[in-house]
């Protein structure tokens, strides 16, 4: 190659290589979304924006969180109470198409089956001429949480940026242009509320409406939005349902929307008030002002974690275009820019006080969404919050566990008027009213067993933070989980086993053509937590010793996970599995992920039986369930396949298109869209790369062979540890730097030997001086490597002995 050619090339790489690190952390693209889809999600908890960036036409898609069909309400109902011991004979019995036509009969709700999240409507804003345009470009910023869009037209670069103020509580958008008196447009607020009616007041465009009448549940959500517009230069006026600006140098919009929604059963707030105070105190603050003070509120959360896996030319590339050739390029920061896609959505969507992310985190454009954009509990609403702790977003945990104490108090009624029973209880489904009776068909509806999996999550919160204050207010509503339970189980006849019925393996049929079963494996599972958490909690409160000891003696007769004639672990009590069954819900591998109960290290026949199981139901999936997949391989020690399943997520999605992955603006796919699939994939690309679930902290537990180095930096780990910075190199650990907020025990776990800074440096000694680790466990046999098909004979544990807010430095050898 001639000297040209060299240095043509060379320029064109460090062109490329400028261009990747300047769009490093953003979503880009060379085009206007074309469909919601592409659209790029704002958020600051309460308030969700959609931008679509078309230059002739904006369309801002708004919702806000409280904005739900029907009311305050309960469908709870005592005609299920008679019928269950019916149901249960049927389904000893094995006539299990009778008994799920009788709980479809007399146990699921006959007249409210969840109301729908909805959207709040739209804001357009018409620009005259701007129909053909050049240089075009529209971004997502997640180190701003802003987005922006630009282009040209005759010789004017006119740009547009807009946020979802967290301090301010409005959306803002500012319109500029590099020429002088540029600006000319109109805009106004559309809603697709039949009832809704828009307004000119106090020099403000209104839009009043009501949510939905829906399974004649009354509408109750009043809301309002207001916008006031700011112009610099040129004419504004406001009238007939528009504001029109003529040539003005800068236009700055203030959007406001409000609700009378209080809590679950009170829509008393004078919503109208609240919309033009929160406007009105926006008001008294410039655009600048304003995204300073977003700005600085969402970096304190956004910038505790880091994550590089190098970057490379594909990141000067659209994002639409990345995800479309992830699957053959190597593309490393796409996975680091979908990981921190991911830790915005949580915290643009769920911040404290507030409503937990839904289906739909809270953007939604629809009346009437797919599955009316709720919370199910069988896998998708706990899903969202696997990466809260984990990820360093504890406090976007709040609105979560917040719902947790909200259906207790309604599963509560449930539980007595449904079933004769103690405690609470909550089906697969609940939305903001905290209905807790089943809804839907008995197909998907009739698993009763949602309370035992949301508590939980009481329980993670109490092992990422050891705050015994919390674990006080939690324990009762654990132990009224466990109460239900403890009044519900029954005696199976072939075992006299203790088992759930009727439930089902949520949404998956078995060799009889029905869903409603005994006994299935996911229950006996998130029982057998519930119980054994309750039960430590008990402990550590110093309480309680006789109900502890009444959940140990129930617990030793829950039916056990068994293996099955394929060696897989079986979904149901009885050996029902099918080799074939590619259903999207992998449920009796909970035990697996996001629980512990079986593990390469303790329980190596389960372990190998659980990876047979999720072999055989393979890779693609809807895109939440790939997602879930991510974690179980990292959790089954496979770092290539894991990454394999990230492959299958990354695939772009179009409306031409089949099968889940991920859509142009970076959604999950199931499809339709679901927020889940983006929250789930998160915490299995954190799990690739350091897990802490079973008393010690694995470094490196499911690298990929194609992120050979690399670093990150602020996760969490149970026990009360912060990774200050995790690197390696030639695929081992390199560098260990963590924190212990609660002192106590630090054990360590990697598959390369390890040795430690000086932790008590004498006058004199050189305090960068490593001494090396004694190990505390001898390599596991080469009989359990070999049976789980993992070399865990190489892997090295180390104990070392930390103080309360003190950080230690560990190196790989």
């Known amino acids: 190659m001639n000297k040209f050619w060299t240095k043509l090339l060379f320029l064109f790489l460090t062109i490329s290589s400028l261009q990747a690190q300047e769009t490093k952390w953003k979503l880009w693209y060379d085009k206007p979304a074309s469909n919601w889809n592409e659209a790029l999600p704002l958020g600051n908890g309460r308030l969700g924006a959609m931008v679509f960036g078309v230059p002739a036409v904006e369309r801002l898609q708004l919702n806000e969180e409280t904005i739900w069909g029907g009311s305050p309400n309960s469908n709870a109902h005592s005609k299920s109470k008679a019928a269950i011991p019916y149901i249960q004979k049927l389904i000893f019995e094995g006539n299990y198409q009778a008994a799920q036509e009788l709980a479809n009969e007399k146990v699921m709700s006959q007249t409210n089956d969840g109301m729908p999240y909805e959207t709040f409507g739209n804001v357009y804003i018409s620009f005259p001429g701007h129909q053909d345009y050049q240089d075009y470009y529209r971004d997502l ?56 009616v828009a307004r000119v007041r106090e020099n403000q465009l209104t839009l009043s409406g009501q949510s939905q009448t829906h399974d004649h549940q009354r509408g109750g959500v009043k809301f309002q939005g207001r916008i006031k517009a700011s112009n610099k230069g040129g004419e504004l006026v406001v009238k007939d349902g528009l504001i029109s600006v003529k040539e003005a140098d800068e236009l700055t919009l203030y959007i406001s929307i409000a609700t009378n929604f209080k809590n679950y059963k009170d829509l008393s707030e004078e919503y109208e008030q609240k919309a033009a105070n929160i406007l009105n105190a926006a008001l008294t603050k410039d655009y600048d002002a304003i995204k300073k003070n977003h700005v600085q509120f969402y970096q304190q959360f956004y910038n505790r974690v880091s994550l590089d896996l190098g970057i490379t030319s594909e990141a000067a590339k659209p994002t639409d275009q990345r995800i479309e050739n992830f699957a053959e390029v190597n593309d490393p920061q796409l996975v680091a820019l979908y990981f921190q896609f991911a830790r ?26 797919p599955w009316e954009s709720k919370y199910t509990v069988n896998i998708n609403a706990e899903m969202n919050y696997w990466p809260a702790e984990l990820t360093n977003l504890s406090e976007m945990h709040e609105p979560f566990l917040q719902m947790v104490r909200d259906v207790s108090e309604t599963g509560a009624e449930t539980a007595k008027k449904m079933y004769g029973a103690r405690g609470w209880v909550l089906h697969h489904n609940t939305d903001i009213w905290r209905i807790t009776g089943p809804i839907d068909y008995a197909a998907s509806g009739m698993w009763p067993s949602g309370g035992a999996w949301l508590s939980q999550h009481l329980w993670e919160r109490y092992l990422y933070s050891g705050d015994k204050d919390f674990l006080q207010e939690a324990y009762p509503i654990m132990k009224g989980a466990a109460q239900f339970f403890l009044d519900v189980l029954i005696e199976e006849p072939s075992h006299q086993w203790l088992v759930v019925s009727p ?51 129930t617990r030793s007769r829950l039916a056990p996970m068994q293996i099955g004639q394929y060696g897989q672990l079986q979904e149901w009590m009885h050996d029902w599995d099918d080799p074939e069954d590619k259903h999207r819900h992998i449920s009796h591998l909970y035990g697996v992920f996001p629980s512990n109960q079986i593990s390469a290290f303790r329980t190596p ?21 790939m997602g879930w997949k991510v974690n179980l391989w990292a959790r089954f020690l496979d770092g290539d396949h894991a990454y394999k399943l990230l492959q299958n997520q990354l695939s772009l999605v179009t409306p031409s298109t089949r099968g889940g992955g991920t859509y142009a603006n970076m959604f999950d796919a199931h499809p339709p869209f679901q927020i889940d699939g983006n929250f789930g994939c998160a915490a299995g690309i954190a799990e690739m790369l350091m897990q802490s679930q079973e008393g010690a902290i694995h470094l490196l537990p499911a690298l990929p062979s194609v992120w050979d180095k690399g670093s990150i930096k602020g996760l969490r780990a149970r026990g009360g540890f912060e990774i200050v910075e995790l690197s390696w190199k030639d695929h081992k650990v390199d560098k260990l730097v963590i924190r212990s907020t609660r002192g106590g025990n630090l054990r360590l776990r990697s598959e390369n030997k390890l040795k430690a800074k000086g932790l008590s440096i004498a006058e004199g000694e050189n305090p960068n001086h490593f001494f090396e680790l004694p190990e505390v466990k001898a390599p596991l046999t080469s009989e359990k490597a070999k049976l789980n098909a993992v070399d865990l004979a190489n892997y090295h544990e180390y104990d070392l002995s930390t103080q309360a807010g003190e950080t230690y430095t560990v190196i790989g050898k």
């Open 344 to 369: 915005y959505l949580l915290i643009s969507c769920s911040q404290p006080g507030g409503q937990p992310a839904n289906l739909q985190g809270i953007w939604n454009d629809m009346l009437f969404p």
């Open 503 to 553: 439930s089902s393996s949520p949404e998956n049929s078995h060799i009889h053509g029905a869903t409603i079963a005994a006994g299935v494996t996911m229950d006996n599972q998130l029982l057998f937590d519930l119980f054994s958490n309750v039960i430590r909690a008990s402990k550590i409160l110093d309480e309680d010793q006789d109900f502890a000891d009444t959940l140990s003696v």
């Open 141 to 196: 910023d997640l180190e701003m949480a802003t987005s922006t869009v630009s282009y040209t037209v005759d010789g004017v670069k006119y740009q547009r940026e807009v946020f979802s103020a967290f301090e301010d509580d409005v959306i803002m958008v500012r319109l500029t242009a590099d020429r002088a008196a540029s600006i000319t447009c109109n805009v106004q607020m559309t809603s697709p509320h039949d009832n809704a």
């Open 605 to 625: 026949k389960l372990f190998d039986a659980a990876k047979t199981s999720l072999m055989y139901r393979g890779d693609p999936s809807t895109g939440w369930s």
